[in-house]
């Protein structure tokens, strides 16, 4: 062999060295976060291994530990995750589509975009700030005392909306909806970008319009990318805290929303469904908040069942979210 020939052999060995190195480095480095999540798990499972059952699914927290439940807080998020859920997705979505599909590329339009980046790193308790000022108090333009209510009448109950909102649950959703929209938006953003632009190029060659290209070949296509992103941004805002407790959500609340403690008395009194928007509230991570900070030992129970109820419904949430991308990308056919 040539000189140049062994140190060229000489150089793909170390290469191959350096290469296997860092295989192993990241395999490490997945292991140990592997290891470090069971080693949690475990510990929560252990803690709440005899306390989590029907009765602390079912019961309102207790001043006993023996006696606490998680019923208020999982009202309470749910109402919150229905609420963010209807104010979030069709402004993220929108905003995603008309940056995407509509807006000129000019200097107004990167600003946007450049900030909504900036919006989604945000830290979380300065949205509780801003939901304080904007939803709980509205700027200060009405003050407590001089605040009235405004009430229509839907034919099967009332509708009273007061005015400022106070420290409501409609006023958790609207700040979580601040939270989690610059990640929706930029989610969708990504999904729609990923979309070739032959597709687009094709549908107008066959005559479609602009919106029918969208509605018809684009959107069906970013439906994966879509869905994925809004239950992860969701999954986000249901392990929320801070901004429930900057505008006043309850570390204790022995009742639901709407004193709706079950689904049937909905259709029973469907007036309870019109004021739990505007009734106060509490979340699962703000009972275990609650809970961890109690001196009783046995609360570190309780506490650990109330967030392994919370693992379980995240895990849900992004399994979900697997399933739809899942099915929506064997749909699409190019």
């Not at 609207?174 to 969708?188: E, G």
Request: aromatic share 10%; charged share 10%.
């Amino acid at each position: 062999m040539s000189d140049q020939e062994i140190e060229y052999a000489a150089l793909l060995k170390r290469r191959h060295r350096i290469s296997l190195c860092f295989e192993w480095c990241c395999r490490l480095a997945t292991g140990s976060a592997l290891l470090f999540l069971a080693v949690l798990l475990a510990g929560v499972i252990w803690q709440a291994w005899g306390w989590l059952d029907l009765q602390f699914l079912t019961g309102f927290d207790s001043r006993r530990p023996q006696n606490a439940g998680l019923l208020a807080g999982l009202w309470g998020t749910f109402w919150l995750i229905l609420f963010t859920t209807i104010f979030t997705v069709p402004m993220g979505v929108g905003a995603a589509i008309y940056l995407e599909e509509y807006a000129t590329d000019n200097r107004f339009t990167r600003l946007i975009k450049l900030n909504l980046s900036n919006l989604a790193g945000v830290p979380s308790i300065v949205y509780g700030m801003l939901g304080v000022t904007a939803f709980v108090r509205m700027f200060g333009l009405i003050s407590a005392a001089d605040g009235w209510t405004a009430a229509i009448s839907l034919g099967f109950g009332t509708l009273e909306i007061p005015l400022p909102l106070g420290r409501c649950l409609l006023a958790g959703s609207c700040t979580l909806s601040l939270l989690i929209l610059p990640v929706v938006i930029i989610a969708s953003q990504e999904a729609l970008r990923a979309v070739p632009p032959s597709i687009r190029h094709a549908s107008y060659a066959l005559g479609a319009t602009e919106w029918q290209t969208i509605r018809h070949q684009v959107l069906p296509a970013a439906v994966p990318g879509i869905a994925t992103g809004i239950i992860l941004a969701l999954s986000r805002a249901m392990g929320e805290t801070a901004p429930l407790i900057m505008i006043g959500a309850l570390t204790y609340l022995a009742f639901a929303p709407g004193n709706l403690n079950t689904p049937m008395e909905a259709f029973q009194d469907p007036q309870r469904v019109l004021d739990a928007p505007f009734d106060m509230f509490t979340s699962m991570p703000i009972q275990i908040f609650n809970w961890v900070g109690q001196p009783k030992a046995e609360f570190q129970n309780v506490a650990a069942a109330g967030s392994l109820v919370l693992i379980i419904l995240l895990v849900v949430f992004n399994a979900t979210a697997i399933v739809i991308r899942n099915r929506a990308q064997k749909r699409i056919t190019w």
